[in-house]
């Protein structure tokens, strides 16, 4: 079945730092792809989305690529702050199902001033 | 709007127990969702309602039931609590797809509500 993977956590960084959270997926046909993430004590909130090949999604300085030739959802920001802290979680739209999003484990992120 | 909301935001049950989880969603969606969230395996589809009067199961259904009461509401029954059902629970809604190409993707996500079956 349908499945996603993500990179394991928890990932430190110092503010300013370069981050990248790695996320492939396996799916057939083609998939809507997402990143959503969590804060302390919160619910989910959508990050970004991608439902095409090669389409880029991009939000508040986050970006990820939606790459079918490697089946990856990679989520980049250029300088993370402390107010990013939080989980962070790739998700995918089965092409045939309006309903099932089917999410990967999460990677914890905690930015240190 | 106060968005979805869920009810209790805690609970602590014994095994056994039954209780029902509350979720409402003032946006007038038409699919609504329940979710588990377990550490190291993301969020798991319970239940699902696409639309009022039709509810269908998801991924880990087995010791739920669920009751699209209406359009806003979107219950969740634990009959007899177990251990392994301690988690936090999540509500979503998600409005009807436009027509067309036009797929309207995002959940809207609840609190959450902690639970703990000893």
């Known amino acids: 079945g349908d499945s996603v993977t993500q990179m394991e956590g928890p990932v430190t960084l110092s503010e300013e730092a370069f981050l990248t959270i790695n996320c492939t997926y396996t799916?057939?046909?083609?998939?809507?792809l997402f990143w959503y993430v969590q804060y302390p004590g919160e619910g989910l909130q959508l990050l970004l989305k991608a439902t095409k090949a090669d389409d880029k999604g991009s939000n508040k300085g986050f970006e990820a690529t939606y790459r079918k030739e490697t089946t990856s959802f990679h989520l980049e920001k250029g300088s993370v702050q402390v107010s990013d802290s939080a989980v962070y979680f790739c998700a995918l739209r089965e092409e045939t199902s309006y309903d099932k999003v089917i999410f990967g484990p999460g990677t914890s992120l905690s930015v240190i001033p | 709007n106060a968005g979805v909301t869920q009810t209790p935001k805690f609970q602590v049950l014994k095994t056994g127990q039954s209780m029902t989880l509350q979720c409402a969603q003032d946006?007038?969606?038409?699919?609504m969702y329940w979710y588990r969230q377990d550490p190291g395996m993301g969020l798991r589809l319970i239940y699902y309602?696409?639309?009022?009067?039709?509810?269908d199961k998801g991924e880990v259904p087995n010791g739920y039931n669920v009751s699209r009461l209406n359009k806003r509401e979107f219950s969740l029954r634990l009959e007899s609590a177990a251990p392994s059902q301690t988690s936090v629970y999540f509500c979503?809604?998600?409005?009807?797809?436009?027509?067309?190409?036009?797929?309207?993707?995002?959940?809207?996500f609840g609190p959450g509500t902690r639970l703990l079956v000893l």
């Open positions: 799916a057939t046909g083609y998939p809507s």
């Open positions: 309602s696409a639309s009022e009067g039709t509810t």
């Open positions: 946006m007038n969606h038409n699919s």
């Open positions: 979503a809604s998600r409005p009807r797809a436009a027509s067309g190409r036009e797929v309207r993707e995002t959940q809207y």
